[in-house]
């Protein structure tokens, strides 16, 4: 069986950079997802504590308010890259060729351009909070932790949007190539028939198409 290297018409370095950010932005969506699943069961400890036993959790505010972050910003990479994200696709949907690929790139600099100056800005936010030693009100938690999330989340945003720059320009300037690290838009039907491949699995739905 040959490898990616083998066939010419795939930028097979382009494939691998992008399967090895694929793998980082897994692991902060996983841990995106289990920081909700503690906060579920930390909230279940806190009501369960505070009106059976009387002894609430001590700082479950400020423990909530920390773990924000790593749930609204660790899984935006990862959510760009499938492309998860609300898009008015209106317009986006009546495209195709190159005059889709062009809207589309000109979209995702824009956006890269925005994520470049939150990532500057929330940086500082960092930097000011750990010079100072800011911590929360109750049982004073230092906020650096949760302030560093952001621009390192968002450093992974900005990876997987040049990389879906690069993926877009290469289609722009050969809409006939296959595409590659940026998210396509489907019609009703396959969504559907993704999201069902998703929940039971393709490999049954491919023996019931049988």
Known sequence: MAGISSRPEQPS???????????????????????????MLLAVVQVFGR????MPVPGFIDITEQAMAVFAFGGVAYCQRVGGHIRMEMLLGKL???PLWIAEL????????????????????????????????????????????????LSLLFLRLL????????LVLNPEATPYGVPVIHDTAETAQHEIEEAFGEDIVAGDNK
């Open 96 to 98: 195709s060729g190159r």
């Open 163 to 170: 990389l879906q720059i690069y993926g877009y320009l290469r």
């Open 51 to 54: 009106f059976f036993l009387n």
């Open 13 to 39: 370095t382009f494939i691998k950079f992008d399967g090895v950010l694929g793998h980082v932005e897994n692991l902060f969506n996983l841990i995106a997802a289990a920081s909700i699943l503690v906060l």
């Open 106 to 153: 000109i979209g995702v600099i824009l956006i890269t351009a925005v994520v470049a100056l939150l990532i500057w800005g929330s940086w500082y936010h960092f930097d000011r909070s750990w010079t100072i030693g800011d911590s929360t009100m109750d049982i004073s938690l230092p906020t650096w932790p949760s302030k560093l999330v952001i621009p390192v989340a």
